[in-house]
């Protein structure tokens, strides 16, 4: 059975309508807005930040798209590759490579999960909220 979204909803399997979402979001609310979206999609998970203390540390929020891919909240936004616990690569990526960059990443993690119709809610949701937010 496929999911079809119901008219005028974001298909959350199409990279370009997630891709748009993504932008119109980050135009809007900026990278901890961005990244809170994307903490709402099934199949992530959101890690706050730790203050740093005395020999520790400070530790930026992050949000798992997966189990390998970690978006790192920082400016540039830094998208890691982990496996195992060990950072393989990490990706600054600019505000223009961000939304192209994670598209792809949240679709598989959608289709992973099989939460097409949450997703779609919440996806098209961030679309109309943020058209609200422009300037």
Known sequence: MTFQPPEGYVDP???????????????ALGVPGLGDLIG???GSRV??????GLFRAAVP???????????????PAVLAHVVGGVVLARDPL????????LAPLLVTTVLDQ????????VLTA????????QP
């Open 13 to 27: 399997t199409d990279e370009q309508q997630v891709t748009a979402v993504l932008a119109s979001v980050l135009r």
């Open 114 to 121: 099989g939460s097409q119709p949450e997703a779609a809610v």
């Open 47 to 52: 890690e706050a930040a730790r203050p740093g």
């Open 94 to 101: 600019p505000p223009g490579r961000l939304p192209g960059a």
């Open 61 to 75: 929020a992050s949000v798992w798209l997966d189990a390998e891919h970690q978006l790192v909240l920082t400016d």
């Open 126 to 133: 961030a679309r109309e909220s943020s058209e609200r937010w």
């Open 40 to 42: 709402r999609i099934p």
